[in-house]
Every structure is written in structure tokens, then in C-alpha cells.
């Protein structure tokens, strides 16, 4: 089936753009959520004049994405989590941490323009952020403990027992030999 997106779908396309996808996933989701129509003769025509009469309008859009995206250049997150004795965090980490953290830095950001594989342990990961259909950012993310690793406890040395030093005993003193009496 084809359409014509009237949104952006993360994953699928973008607004104005002429896809083909599964008739299932075309008339049960995308039609009845509004985020297309389908693309019949009169819809493409109508879209191609729309696009005509919008193209300055896009062009500006497309160097405001790329204006955006050159503050984003060089940014770099460093995310704290509670972990686990392992390496793995409680939870995981996600788009809206990660817009969370760009907000601290100050680079307000919609989550749902971000996109990233769930990070569940430490590590660094990428997490991209997509401006525009032709303009997105790689971001490095480095998700660190909260809190210092705990290492295993050192085993305590065993105890030395002390044991007694040996006594010398006094030598018994020579008696004498015992005198018999004599007869």
C-alpha cells in the first residue's frame, strides 16, 4: 500500500514523504492515527503543489536543524547510575535521561527526537539525535556509577597465634649425694 506520512514517524519516514508499507500496518495504524493518507493521484498532486509553495519554507527549516545541530558538535554526556554489584545499573538509561542531561548543559531537547539502544549496564554508548530528515547528531554517552564500585573485601590475613615462649626450667640443683649412714 502506499501513503503519504503527515508526521514523522520514528523508524518509518517523515512528513510528506511516499512510502510503501504492509496493508495491515497502513489501514490499523497509520490511517486510523492520522499519521497518513493513502496516495491516490489527487493526494500526490496536491502534495507536489504543496511542496512547491513551501520550498523556501523548508529551506529554512533545514538551516535552523543545521544551525541546531552545529551546538550539538562536541557534546558529550556522562551519565551517573546506581549499579548493581555487577556492572549492571538499576533500570536502564534512555532517550529522556539523556535529554535530561543535554538540558544541565544547556541544549534543551524533545526526547522523542532521540534515538538510543537502552543502556542497562556501564559503558559508553551513542545515543543520535535527529533535527531534520537529513540533519541528526551522534552524541557519545558514558553511563558511570553513582556511587565508587565496591571492591571485594580484602581477606584479612589470618591470625598469628602467639604461642608461649619456651620456659627454660631451671636446672634442679645438684644434691648432693645423700650420705649413708655409715655402720
Known amino acids: ?26 489501514r490499523n495504524y497509520l490511517l486510523p492515527q492520522g499519521y497518513a493518507v493513502i496516495a491516490t493521484e489527487k493526494a500526490l498532486k496536491q502534495l507536489n503543489e504543496e511542496l512547491k509553495q513551501r520550498a523556501n519554507k523548508i529551506a529554512k527549516i533545514k538551516a535552523d536543524a543545521e544551525a541546531t545541530a ?8 556522562q551519565i551517573k547510575a546506581k549499579v548493581s554489584e555487577g556492572r549492571n545499573i538499576y533500570g536502564s538509561v534512555g532517550p529522556k535521561e539523556i535529554a535530561d542531561a543535554l538540558a544541565a548543559q544547556g541544549l534543551e531537547t524533545n526526547p522523542k527526537i532521540i534515538t538510543m539502544k537502552s543502556a542497562k549496564a556501564l559503558g559508553n554508548y551513542e545515543a543520535v539525535v535527529h533535527f531534520h530528515r537529513e540533519i541528526s547528531v551522534t552524541i557519545p554517552v558514558e553511563v558511570v556509577s553513582s556511587e565508587p564500585l565496591k571492591k571485594a573485601p580484602k581477606a584479612a590475613p589470618a591470625p598469628v597465634e602467639e604461642t608461649p ?19
Open 1 to 26: 500500500m502506499k501513503i503519504i506520512l503527515k508526521k514523522d514517524v520514528l523508524g518509518l519516514g517523515y512528513k510528506d514523504e511516499v512510502l510503501t508499507v504492509k496493508d495491515g500496518y497502513g
Open 70 to 77: 552545529a551546538k550539538y558538535q562536541g557534546v558529550s554526556i
Open 165 to 183: 615462649a619456651p620456659v627454660k626450667e631451671a636446672a634442679p640443683a645438684e644434691e648432693a649425694p645423700a650420705e649413708t649412714p655409715a655402720e
